[in-house]
């Protein structure tokens, strides 16, 4: 019944900006933390970044200062704001809800040098 869906992905120049969208439903939504995770091609499924039910956040060395996560309780959404896109950015996207085994289908991101 949890669904969570990815939205924002793109073709983007290295420096640009893109906005990823995680839209969760079938969930209490404040209840849990979220988390972004990207896989390249060839390599295995890396953390991005947390949010946690409070609001705080962590991430991944090789995205900080870059990236930005953040949720809005009243829309069951979770935003990945990713800024100075580089190329090694290159992945699908996935958001997921770890503690309940939760996976959205994940979004392309492309970045072009």
């Known amino acids: 019944q949890v669904q969570l869906v990815e939205s924002g992905g793109g073709l983007v120049q290295a420096g640009g900006s893109l906005r990823l969208s995680c839209a969760a439903s079938?969930?209490?939504?404040?209840?849990?933390?979220f988390g972004w995770y990207r896989q390249a091609p060839g390599k295995q499924r890396e953390w991005v970044a947390t949010?946690?039910?409070?609001?705080?956040?962590n991430y991944a060395d090789s995205v900080k200062g870059r990236f930005t996560i953040s949720r809005d309780n009243s829309k069951n959404t979770v935003y990945l704001q990713m800024n100075s896109l580089k190329p090694e950015d290159t992945a699908v996207y996935y958001c997921?809800?770890?503690?309940?085994?939760?996976w959205g289908q994940g979004t392309q991101v492309t970045v072009s040098s």
């Open positions: 079938g969930i209490t939504f404040r209840s849990y933390n």
């Open positions: 949010i946690r039910t409070g609001g705080s956040s």
């Open positions: 997921a809800a770890p503690t309940r085994n939760a």
